[in-house]
Nanobody, 123 residues
Framework: QVQLVESGGGLVQAGGSLRLSCAAS???????LGWFRQAPGKGRQFVAA????????YYGDSVKGRFTISRDNVKRTAYLQMNSLTPEDTAAYYC?????????????????WGQGTQVTVSS
């Protein structure tokens, strides 16, 4: 069983940066890790995903060039560096883990989810 705990969310002004972390309990070295977000009244949106070794990375169109996903398998932690934040990035951000080696961008493929961390960007 894998448990995921996100941290690093908060309130930031537009143009600012935040770094989210996702700490995992359990062996996730072979898992794909992803970040999704959900704004009030909207569906869950894909943000980024990274393969077990870090060689394959995907980003959602709205965050390309601004967000960077990474992972440290020794620390069992995934990161999401978010730069040039805009109010449109305001959402609850969720970390997810997928047992498959395929890197999926749809939330229904992921097996484990964290509780989420709130990111609020003020204008």
């Amino acid at each position: 069983q894998v448990q995921l705990v996100e941290s690093g969310g908060g309130l930031v002004q537009a143009g600012g940066s935040l770094r989210l972390s996702c700490a995992a309990s359990g062996r996730i070295e072979s898992y794909t890790l992803g970040w999704f977000r959900q704004a009030p009244g909207k569906g869950r949106q894909f943000v980024a995903a990274i393969s077990w070794g870090g060689s394959t990375i995907y980003y959602g169109d709205s965050v390309k060039g601004r967000f960077t996903i990474s992972r440290d398998n020794v620390k069992r932690t995934a990161y999401l560096q978010m730069n040039s934040l805009t109010p449109e990035d305001t959402a609850a951000y969720y970390c997810a883990a997928d047992k498959s080696i395929v890197v999926y961008t749809t939330d229904d493929e992921y097996d484990y989810w964290g509780q989420g961390t709130q990111v609020t960007v003020s204008s």
